[in-house]
């Protein structure tokens, strides 16, 4: 999952920067991003009964190369 991504470059950034949050905000902000992203995208999805409201991993590299570059 994408928000995986983004948490886990977080947390790289952290470990790297000796905890240092200040250091590691442009992570920070990209994660919640992508979170608040990918949240309206499955209430979308919910609203129109598409199921399951979570895109697949196919889908959302669909949804991505369709917007030609990353919406967060």
């Given at each position: 999952m994408l928000v995986g991504?983004?948490?886990d470059a977080?947390?790289?950034?952290m470990d790297e920067n000796n905890y240092d949050r200040e250091r590691c905000?442009?992570?920070?902000?990209?994660?919640k991003n992508c979170r608040r992203f990918?949240?309206?995208v499955m209430i979308q999805r919910r609203q129109?009964?598409?199921q399951p409201s979570m895109p697949t991993a196919a889908e959302r590299d669909?949804?991505?190369r369709a917007m030609q570059k990353m919406p967060y």
């Open positions: 991504r983004e948490s977080s947390t790289r950034c905000s442009n992570h920070f902000l990209k994660y990918w949240n309206s129109n009964g598409v669909e949804i991505l």
